[in-house]
């Protein structure tokens, strides 16, 4: 059974760093991109960026290169997503999903998603 | 980046009925190589995580009810449920990946009438 088990909810103050998990299990974690959404009242669905745990290769969306850090380890079959400075506006419902390719070094769409980490950054 | 806009926003059909939802993008999703739409569509319930129904504008996922139906080519898209179910309360997303930059439509609401 494919499962993305991803960490609890987080409350940050502004300026905090933070790192959360993606648990990947019953699948080959070295074969597949590993993608981040963000999903917030206002702006929707917004991916974020991917990576292959199979050589390390990330790849981020403009909107959010230099503001977050995509990472695995392949080892324990965990994807991340981490901050070093929240703001207030990072307050969002994120999602790992197991992103599809057909065609090489070219994700394409969300095949299977976690449960989604609650991250709420406020003073 | 390549922008998605549904339409509408929310809409309310009677169970049994049809609903459509509609999906355009800036610019064409057409990849050459395989002639085939870079359009995928996902259904989220609430408090659940998206749910992926369509890849390639209308490859339905294993296990979806064949009551949804994906099409539309170039542009403009379609996500059509026939026979609307109580269970089909959701809100819907297209998606495109012929850009490297992957962009989500805003979402699309069905509830029931």
């Known amino acids: 059974e494919v499962r993305l088990v991803q960490s609890g909810a987080e409350v940050k103050k502004p300026g905090e760093s933070l790192k959360i998990s993606c648990q990947a299990s019953?699948?080959?974690?070295?074969?597949?991109?590993i993608a981040w959404v963000r999903q917030t009242p206002g702006k929707g669905l917004e991916w974020i960026g991917v990576?292959?745990?199979?050589?390390?290769?990330?790849r981020y969306s403009p909107a959010f290169q230099g503001q977050v850090t995509i990472s695995a380890d392949r080892s324990v079959g965990i994807a991340y997503l981490q901050w070093t400075n929240l703001q207030a506006p990072d307050t969002a419902v994120y999602y790992c999903?197991?992103?599809?390719?057909?065609?090489?070094?070219?994700?394409?769409?969300?095949?299977?998603w976690g449960q989604g980490t609650l991250v709420t950054v406020s003073s | 980046d390549i922008v998605m806009t549904q339409s509408p926003d929310s809409l309310a059909v009677s169970l049994g009925e049809r609903a459509t939802i509609t999906c355009k993008s800036s610019?064409?999703?057409?990849?050459?190589?395989?002639?085939?739409?870079?359009l995928a569509w996902y259904q989220q319930k609430p408090g659940q995580p998206p749910k992926l129904l369509f890849s390639w504008a209308s490859t339905r996922k294993s296990g979806v009810p064949d009551r949804f139906s994906g099409g539309g080519s170039g542009t403009e898209f379609t996500l059509t449920i026939n026979s609307l179910q109580a269970e089909d309360v959701a809100v819907y997303y297209c998606?495109?990946?012929?850009?490297?930059?992957?962009?989500f439509g805003g979402g699309t609401k069905v509830e029931i009438k």
């Open positions: 999903a197991i992103c599809y390719s057909t065609i090489p070094a070219r994700p394409h769409w969300f095949d299977f």
């Open positions: 998606q495109q990946y012929y850009s490297s930059v992957l962009t």
């Open positions: 019953g699948f080959s974690f070295t074969s597949y991109w």
């Open positions: 990576v292959y745990p199979g050589d390390s290769d990330t």
């Open positions: 610019q064409s999703l057409l990849y050459s190589p395989n002639n085939k739409n870079s």
